[in-house]
C-alpha cells in the first residue's frame, strides 16, 4: 500500500505516527466491502492538502508511517494479530491509527492499549450499539465488539440510533448520547466529555455520519451526524482529554461515492491536527 498523506517517514523508526490497516471484513451482517476501505482510504489521501487551516498546522512533519496490513484467516486470528502488533507499536511509543475494515478491528487494538494505559476508556461514535453478546455464533463480530470492550475497560457511546431491546438494556444510560437527542443544540458534548476518564481510545465507525454525506458504510442509518458537528465535538476531546490512539472503520467504497473515501482520510488527519496541535 502507498504512505498514507504521502508519507513524510520511510520506515518505522523515523515516525511518531503509524497508520496500520486491516484488511479483514469477515464479519459484516449487509453490504460487504470494508475489507476495501484501507487501501481507498489511503489513496484519497495522497490527494489531500498536508496543510490544517484550523490549526495552522501540518501534522505531517511530525512524521507518518504506513505499515503493512494486518489480516486473518477468521475474526479470532485478525483480533489476534491486530493485539500483537500494535502492542509492538505501542512499545516503541508510537501514536497507533488503525484502519479498518470491519468494526471488530477495534477489538484488539483495545486489548492491546489496555496493557499500556490501564486507566483508560474509550470512547464510540456510532450508529449502532454493537452490544450483542454474539452475532451469529460470532463473538468477534463487528455487532459485538462493546460487548467484549465492556470486559476491557469502561466507555462512552455517541450517535447511536440503532439497537436490540436486549441492547438497550445493556446501557449505561449516563453514557449514551442518542443521535435524537444531540441533533439540535452541543450542550451534550460537555457532558459527554465529563464522562470519559483522561485516557481516551476513540473507534469512530463511519456511519456515524449520516448517510446523505457517507453512504458508503455497510449498515448506513438515517439521522447521522454531520462532519463539523463531528470535529468540533472531537476537538473538545482532544483540548480536554488524552486522546491515546483511535481507528475508523467501517468505509465501504463504492464506485461514483470516492468523496467518501476523501472524508475519511480527511477526518483522520482533523484528529490527529487536533491531538497533535489543537
Known amino acids: 500500500m502507498e504512505q498514507y498523506v504521502g508519507g513524510s517517514a520511510d520506515n518505522v523508526d523515523k515516525a511518531k505516527i503509524v497508520i496500520l490497516p486491516v484488511v479483514f471484513d469477515g464479519t459484516s451482517s449487509w453490504m460487504k466491502g470494508a475489507d476495501k476501505g484501507p487501501e481507498a482510504l489511503i489513496d484519497a489521501s495522497l490527494h489531500l492538502e498536508t496543510y490544517d487551516i484550523e490549526t495552522d498546522s501540518e501534522v505531517v512533519k511530525e512524521g507518518i508511517f504506513t505499515d503493512e496490513p494486518i489480516t486473518g484467516k477468521d475474526a479470532t486470528e485478525m483480533v489476534q494479530n491486530v493485539q500483537k502488533r500494535v502492542s509492538e507499536l505501542l512499545s516503541q511509543d508510537k501514536k497507533v491509527v488503525l484502519l479498518g475494515g470491519e468494526h471488530s478491528i477495534s477489538i484488539g487494538s483495545v486489548l492491546a492499549f489496555k496493557e499500556k494505559f490501564p486507566k483508560m476508556?474509550?470512547?464510540?461514535?456510532?450508529?449502532?450499539?454493537?452490544?450483542?453478546?454474539?452475532?451469529?455464533?460470532?463473538?468477534?463480530s463487528h455487532a459485538s465488539v462493546m460487548a467484549r470492550v465492556k470486559d476491557i475497560c469502561p466507555f462512552v457511546q455517541v450517535g447511536i440510533r440503532s439497537c436490540s431491546q436486549g441492547e438497550?438494556?445493556?446501557?449505561?444510560?449516563?453514557?449514551?448520547?442518542?443521535?435524537?437527542?444531540?441533533?439540535d443544540d452541543d450542550s451534550w458534548m460537555d457532558k459527554a466529555v465529563d464522562r470519559l476518564d483522561e485516557e481516551v481510545y476513540v473507534t469512530i465507525d463511519l456511519d456515524a455520519l449520516d448517510p446523505s454525506i457517507m453512504p458508503a458504510t455497510g449498515t448506513p442509518e438515517p439521522g447521522g451526524m454531520g462532519y463539523w458537528q463531528l470535529l468540533k465535538f472531537l476537538k473538545k476531546v482532544s483540548a480536554k482529554k488524552k486522546i491515546i490512539g483511535f481507528d475508523v472503520v467501517e468505509l465501504c467504497p463504492r464506485e461514483g461515492q470516492e468523496h467518501c473515501n476523501v472524508l475519511s482520510a480527511r477526518l483522520i488527519y482533523k484528529l490527529l491536527s487536533y491531538m497533535y496541535y489543537g
Open 168 to 183: 438497550r438494556k445493556d446501557m449505561v444510560d449516563d453514557n449514551v448520547f442518542f443521535a435524537k437527542d444531540i441533533m
Open 121 to 140: 476508556c474509550k470512547l464510540q461514535i456510532d450508529a449502532h450499539a454493537d452490544l450483542l453478546d454474539e452475532y451469529k455464533g460470532e463473538k468477534f
